[in-house]
Nanobody
Framework: HVQLVESGGDSVQAGGSLRLSCAAS????????MAWFRQSPGKEPEAVAA???????AYTDSVKGRFTISKDNAENSLFLQMSNLKPEDTAMYYC??????????????????????RGQGTQVTVS
């Protein structure tokens, strides 16, 4: 049983920064990929960033240069450092993970269906 628990969400002003964390427990052995998704009310879930086991990263265009995804394998933790936050970044942010293998071109497309494990989310509000 895999459990992903996010934390770090908050309300901040535009231009501010936040660091989201995700603690993984259960069968975390050899997670090959971990990712962050977000969803705003009335909108479809959107992939934000992903990181492969060898630290290869992928970002959606709207966050490139502002967000950084990282992980701590020893602690089974995933992080998202968010800077220069904008009101359009307001959303519930979810941690996700996969044990499966994803072809590299598909990895860069950040397909939500590739990540079967999801947390409950942490709210980020930017005003």
């Amino acid at each position: 049983h895999v459990q992903l628990v996010e934390s770090g969400g908050d309300s901040v002003q535009a231009g501010g920064s936040l660091r989201l964390s995700c603690a993984a427990s259960g069968y975390t052995y050899k997670f090959n990929y971990m990712a962050w998704f977000r969803q705003s009310p009335g909108k479809e879930p959107e992939a934000v960033a992903a990181i492969r086991r060898d630290d290869l990263t992928a970002y959606t265009d709207s966050v490139k240069g502002r967000f950084t995804i990282s992980k701590d394998n020893a602690e089974n933790s995933l992080f998202l450092q968010m800077s220069n936050l904008k009101p359009e970044d307001t959303a519930m942010y979810y941690c996700a993970a996969s044990h499966s293998f994803i072809l590299t071109p598909r990895f860069y497309r950040l397909e939500s269906s590739d990540y079967p494990y999801r947390g409950q989310g942490t709210q980020v509000t930017v005003s």
